[in-house]
């Protein structure tokens, strides 16, 4: 049971949670193969001093891809991705904590139920590691399928994926905020047989900066762009996308406080732990 880890880093990120989103992946009950990680363009001193120390303790295990110039998520998992030698690979974001039999789960049930994809629901987490709330996201592969119509299906940072399915369908593109969504809907075209766990394997880190970033104008109009693209591209119908323009323009002009409370009653509850 191999598996390579596939993370991305860059400037703006925090030494610390870098530090224990690697060491969360280095203490998996069933240990990666490989831990990849592409340093998408300069980084600070104190991140290069993290990447530093895991590189001479782990020199067989961690690999950094350096990217000259900050390129996004999108091309730095795609370089990441072609770089990864097993075709069982587990993302994670530089930022979150994986849970200890995280992974030993996941290609478990990826590899006994024939799936492409599997991810899981996660718990968000303040910057001190205090819960709260419970991020759902639908299970089976029907569920998964009619969701993606209107939402993203997958929590991206807990995803376990075949990289040669993610190649079939494309890979990695480019799509600011909506590289991973823009994936799964071509691995729907593809057929990919998807699937996510009902429990919670990632602490996620979120804070009130969260449902800001998630609004205004500019976020409002990339999103209209993605969509619009995936109606041409014939990813989702044409009442899908007129339905999800007209629900998200209220979301995502909405006043800061409204929006908290729609992510609220929508994806998520109150964590209780």
Known sequence: ???????SVYIKEKPEFLNQAVTSMINQTYPPTEIVI?????????????????LVKFPNLIRIIELRENRGLGVALSVGLNECAEDIVCRMDTDDISYPSRCETQVSYLLENQLDIVGSNVIEVDNNGNPRSFKVVPTSNEEIYHYMNRRNPFNHMSVCFLKSSVIKSGGYKEFLWFEDYYLWLRMRRNGCKMGNLK???????????????RGGRKYWRRELKFFYSMYKQKLI????FITNIL???MIRLAPNKSRQKVYTWLLRKNAKL
């Open 199 to 213: 429990e919670a394997l990632v602490n996620v880190r979120t804070n009130q900066d969260f449902y800001q970033r």
């Open 38 to 54: 592409v340093q998408d363009g300069p980084l600070s001193v104190e991140l290069e001093q993290v990447l530093e120390h895991f």
């Open 237 to 240: 119908s044409f009442s899908n």
């Open 1 to 7: 049971m191999r598996y390579s880890v596939l993370m």
């Open 247 to 249: 629900l998200r323009s």
